[in-house]
């Protein structure tokens, strides 16, 4: 036990718990005043239910030890997990450190999925579906990817802190959420205006802070690879945000921080898994080619396809948490993380496989899992609130209450 | 010279924008607006404490237009607020006595187009 490691482990959980917050007003200033509360309260209410899960049996079906779809009731109620040492998932932390700390990204993954279904969903329908995407889709991946007898672990992909489990997965959750449920009312394949651009701002400013936990924190002890997971988390964020910036500048004439605060959070994104097997300079790249990639996703492909991922789940966090894992299996070197491995570049071509091997099996059940719930979700309650109401806003139809007033 | 002042829902204001538009209306002026008429207000809940009859968020348009342009000012904006629910809004027509625009000081019917 190390008092050192298990400090910085609590420190990242409060970290990364603020993302889910600042999240909320990322995504609150984008939508229509009308319906900023209820994207406050989506996220807080996730917030409130998944950590109530993860206690009761999330973290046990994502982390109990064992070779099947999940890993079963055994740790139900933390059940076995205790205050000691659980060495095969961190060796110098109270185990229930450990458990915590995964809580806050169980929680963030189904968050990062509002952003598609913003505007139009029942929030009752909202509550139903978010309880069964954590239990049958994020603790199953979390189990394959992380956990103890998890088989895309035993096949060797990296995913440092979550580019495949959290993001790739939540990417695919949203665009199959976003098909399912259609278009917003009125929705005319172009961007509806953001209500509050400075709210989207600060939400990008807690996301950025808050990634410092999520990624750095994933060393699991207070070292120098979480150092150099930090260090290339704030490199990647400013690449990212720059390049974006840059587009925009040669694409549409002027540099928006709208586009910069997304740039920021989609090199965020793609650095989550390649943190703590990649240098400075890789981490240069990798967030210069997510700003390109999803700046062609958002701006070009969507409004083509003409599905409305009303936030971009999918364009930011799908797509920069695929370019982020495969990355990973191009730009991962043992000199960084001697428990990782060498990725193409260097000299191992065979990473790069096994990270796009991962990337399929995600995208594939997260994407049909995905469909199946929310059409379950659907039948059951109705995913889309009617049309009146969608009018009204989901603040007062929703909630019951107003963000704003207008006199006084 | 007319000014029509209409009261309208929110979310109708675009449609009803590109109907002005196709009738070559293209001077508007629009503000926010609190009201209700039959369909009453909003229920707020706060803390627990119910409030009833909230009042509704809605948009205003001013438009000065000069008497041949009256008719397909209002058309289009039948054509564009009217859904045929409550809380559809109002159009009022009243007489306009002057107007001048200040850039250049022209007076009357010349100053509204």
Known sequence: ?????????????????????????????????????????????????????????????????????????????????????????????????????????????????????AERMKFSAFLLFTILWATFVYDPIAHWVWGVGGWLKDLGALDFAGGTVVHINAGMGALAAALLLGKRKG????????????????????????WFG???????AANGLAVSAFVVTNTAAATAGLTWAL?????????????????????????TPAAGFVGPLSAIV???????????????????????????????????????????????????????ANGLFFGNPRQLLVQAA??????????????????????VVGLRVGEKDEIMGLDLTQHNENAYTLLE | MKLIIAIIKPDRLEAIKQELYAAEVNLITVSEV?????????????????????????VQIL?????????????????????????DGKIFVLPLEECIRIRTEEHGPEAIG
């Open chain 1, 286 to 340: 990798i967030g210069v080619f997510v700003s390109i990639f999803c700046y062609l996703m958002v701006a070009l492909v969507k409004p083509a396809l003409g599905y409305d991922d009303s936030l971009d789940a999918f364009g930011v966090h799908g797509i920069g948490g695929i370019w982020g894992a495969l990355a990973t299996g191009l730009f991962a070197t043992k000199v960084i993380n001697p428990d990782g």
């Open chain 1, 358 to 379: 991962a990337v399929a099996v995600t995208i594939v059940y997260s994407f049909v899992a995905t469909l199946i719930i929310a059409k379950v979700v659907d039948w």
């Open chain 1, 214 to 220: 999520f990624n750095a924190g994933s060393a699991l």
């Open chain 1, 187 to 210: 929705y005319q394949n172009k961007p509806i205006p953001p209500h509050n651009l400075p709210h989207v701002v600060l939400g990008t400013a807690l996301l950025w802070f808050g």
């Open chain 2, 63 to 87: 438009i000065g237009v000069n008497d041949n342009f009256v008719e397909r000012t209002i058309t289009a904006i039948l054509k564009g607020g009217q859904t045929g629910e409550i809380g």
């Open chain 1, 1 to 117: 036990m190390n008092t050192g490691d298990t400090a910085w482990v609590l420190m990242s959980t409060g970290l990364v718990m603020l993302m889910t917050p600042g999240l909320a007003f990322f995504y609150g200033g984008m939508v229509r005043r009308k319906n900023v509360l209820g994207i406050l309260m989506q996220c807080f209410i996730i917030l409130c239910v998944l950590s109530i899960q993860w206690v009761l049996f999330g973290y046990s079906l994502a982390f109990a030890p064992g070779k099947g779809f999940w890993g079963g009731f055994s740790w139900a109620g933390l059940c076995g997990v205790g205050l000691d040492v659980y060495k095969d998932y961190a060796p110098t932390i109270p185990h229930q450190a450990f458990m915590i700390f995964q809580a806050m990204f169980a929680v963030i993954t189904p968050a990062l999925i509002i952003g598609a279904f």
């Open chain 1, 247 to 271: 587009i925009e500048w040669i694409h549409n004439g002027k540099p928006t921080i709208f586009g910069t605060a997304t740039g920021v959070v989609a090199g965020l994104v793609a650095i």
């Open chain 2, 34 to 58: 609190l009201g209700h008429g039959r369909q009453m207000g909003t229920t707020e809940v706060y803390r627990g404490v119910k409030e009833m009859g909230n009042l509704l968020r809605k």
